[in-house]
């Protein structure tokens, strides 16, 4: 059974920089579609970033195109989120999930979850 471990997440100031990883075990990482959802206090849970398989097509949240980048290793079996330009409503706790390769207008989990990662943004 796939396993996810997420990793990378602290506090920053807005404006700053972090990057997330996930790292698959139970099973290779090439063979999934893989996202990056969040979820803040008191809101709904958010997929902010997808990766479907090949690398060929990418999904982003309005709310952090052109800030956040999906990317992955297949050689690390690792999946990454690259935060720039940081915003106090970026905090949440960050999930590396498993998704429905054959849905891409949003990230849609199939039940593999990671524990989590806190992200903070300052202002």
């Known amino acids: 059974q796939v396993q996810l471990v997420e990793s990378g997440g602290g506090s ?3 404006g700053g920089s972090l990057k997330l990883s996930c790292v698959v075990s139970g099973d ?8 990056w959802i969040r979820q803040a206090p008191g809101k709904e849970r958010e997929g902010v970033a997808g990766i479907y398989i090949g690398g060929e097509r990418t999904y982003y949240a309005d709310s952090v195109k052109g800030r956040f980048a999906i990317s992955q290793d297949n050689s690390k079996d690792t999946v990454y989120l690259q935060m720039n330009s940081l ?3 970026d905090t949440a706790m960050y999930y590396c999930a ?5 849905i891409d207008s949003r990230p ?6 990671g524990q989590g990662t ?3 943004v300052s202002s």
């Open 12 to 14: 920053v100031q807005a």
């Open 28 to 35: 290779s990482a090439s063979r999934y579609c893989m996202a």
């Open 87 to 89: 915003k106090p409503e």
């Open 98 to 102: 498993v998704i429905d390769c054959y």
């Open 108 to 113: 849609i989990p199939l039940g593999y979850w």
């Open 118 to 120: 806190q992200v903070t």
